[in-house]
C-alpha cells in the first residue's frame, strides 16, 4: 500500500509541524502505521509506530514527550504532531504500513523498528529545522 506524507515544511528551532499520512488505496486502520525519517547521509530511523490491534502508540526516545502520532479514521490519516523541533530533526519524514510496532535499543536508546513486512515507504515529505 503506497502512502502520501504531506506537511513538512521550514521552521525556527522550538517551532512544531503536523505532518500526514493518508493513502487512496487502503484504509489505514486496517494496518499498523510507522513514521520514520532519514536525515541527509545517515541511515532511515523509526520516529513512531501507531499498532493495530489497540492503537497502542510508540515512540523511539527522541521523539518521546515531543512528537504525538495519532489516527483521524474518517480522514482515512494518521498524524505526527512535532513539538520542540530541533535542526537535528531536519530530515524526510515518510509513512508506511506495517503488521504490527517493534522496536530495538541502539545504545541504550529505543528506536521503533519496522517488521519485515513493511510496505513501501512514501516519497516523503522534507522537514528543516533551522537553528
Known amino acids: 500500500v503506497q502512502l502520501v506524507e504531506s506537511g513538512g515544511g521550514l521552521v525556527q528551532s522550538g517551532g512544531s509541524l503536523r505532518l500526514s499520512c493518508t493513502s487512496s488505496e487502503a484504509k489505514l486502520t486496517e494496518y499498523a502505521v510507522i513514521w520514520s525519517r532519514q536525515a541527509s547521509g545517515k541511515e532511515r530511523e523509526g520516529v513512531s509506530c501507531i499498532d493495530l490491534i489497540d492503537e497502542r502508540i510508540y515512540y523511539s526516545d527522541f521523539a518521546k514527550g515531543r512528537f504525538t502520532i495519532s489516527r483521524d479514521h474518517a480522514k482515512n490519516t494518521v498524524y505526527l504532531q512535532m513539538t520542540g523541533l530541533q535542526p537535528e530533526d531536519t530530515a524526510i519524514y515518510s509513512c508506511?504500513?506495517?503488521?504490527?510496532?517493534?522496536?530495538?535499543?541502539?545504545?541504550?536508546?529505543?528506536?521503533?523498528?519496522?517488521?519485515?513486512?513493511?510496505?513501501?515507504w512514501g516519497q516523503g515529505t522534507q522537514v528543516t529545522v533551522a537553528s
Open positions: 508506511a504500513t506495517d503488521l504490527l510496532c517493534d522496536w530495538t535499543v541502539i545504545a541504550g536508546q529505543r528506536i521503533i523498528s519496522p517488521s519485515n513486512r513493511v510496505g513501501p
